[in-house]
C-alpha cells in the first residue's frame, strides 16, 4: 500500500468567525446535532486522552452520555487506566471526529466525578447485559482467558434479576468542563478552517488558527 497517496480533498463547507456561537458549547451542540442527524455511527464517541503518574499520555475511545451547562460526561470504571490517570492528574483532551462532515472538534479540560445520584440515575437506564457487564468486568486489569468472565456473567444473571441490578460502587461518571475548544473545518489544499475558544475569566475569546 502507497500511504503517501492515501488522501482525499476537503471540499463540503467553509467556516467563518460570523458562523460561529459565541458560546461554544453551542456551538458544539449544533454541530453534533448536524453529525446525528447525518446518520454518521456513534457520533458521541469522542477520544480520551490522558497522562499517567509516569508522565505517558494514553487514549480511548469512550462514550459522551450528557452534556450540560457544566460539561460533558462518560462513564466508566473507577479502577480503569483513565480513571486512575484521572485521579493523579485531572487534565485531560477529548476529540471527536466526525470526517464524513470534514469536521473534527477537541476540547481541554478538567475531570471530576459526577455525583453517585447523576450515576445510580444513568445506570439504571442501560440494558440489563450493559449492567452486568459492569459488574463483571475488572477494567483494564490482566485476565487468562474469556470463559472466567462468561462464568461470572452467569452468576450475576442468577443473583441480580432483571431490574434490580444496584449500581456498582467502582462505576461511575466523569464531567469534563472545558478550558478550551477548537473547532476544525476541512478546506482544499489543506487550508482548513480552525477557531479555538479559550476561556478568560468569565469570557469566551475566539480566535482564528493557521491550519
Known amino acids: 500500500m502507497n500511504l503517501a497517496n492515501l488522501r482525499r480533498e476537503y471540499t463540503q463547507a467553509g467556516l467563518d468567525r460570523n458562523d ?50 457544566h460539561g460533558l460526561v462518560f462513564y466508566t470504571n473507577f479502577e480503569s487506566r483513565k480513571a486512575r490517570d484521572i485521579a493523579g492528574n485531572a487534565h485531560v483532551a477529548l476529540h471527536f471526529s466526525w470526517l464524513d462532515l470534514e469536521r473534527q472538534v477537541s476540547v481541554e479540560g478538567k475531570a471530576a466525578r459526577v455525583t453517585e445520584s447523576e450515576s445510580a440515575e444513568y445506570f439504571n437506564k442501560r440494558p440489563y447485559g450493559n449492567q452486568l457487564g459492569a459488574w463483571v468486568s475488572a477494567q ?29 460502587p467502582f462505576w461511575g461518571g466523569f464531567r469534563v468542563t472545558p478550558e478550551v475548544w477548537e473547532f476544525w473545518q476541512g478546506r482544499p489544499n489543506r487550508l482548513h478552517d480552525r477557531f479555538r475558544y479559550r476561556r478568560e475569566h468569565s469570557a469566551w475569546i475566539v480566535e482564528r488558527l493557521s491550519p
Open 140 to 168: 483494564s486489569s490482566v485476565i487468562i482467558t474469556r470463559v472466567e468472565m462468561e462464568k461470572k456473567l452467569e452468576e450475576l444473571k442468577a443473583k441480580y434479576p432483571e431490574g434490580r441490578v444496584p449500581l456498582p
Open 20 to 69: 460561529l456561537a459565541p458560546d461554544p458549547a453551542v456551538q458544539f451542540r449544533t454541530w453534533f446535532d448536524q453529525a446525528t442527524h447525518a446518520g454518521l455511527s456513534e457520533p458521541n464517541a469522542m477520544t480520551l486522552a490522558t497522562v499517567g503518574a509516569n508522565g505517558r499520555p494514553s487514549t480511548r475511545i469512550v462514550l459522551l452520555k450528557a452534556m450540560d451547562p
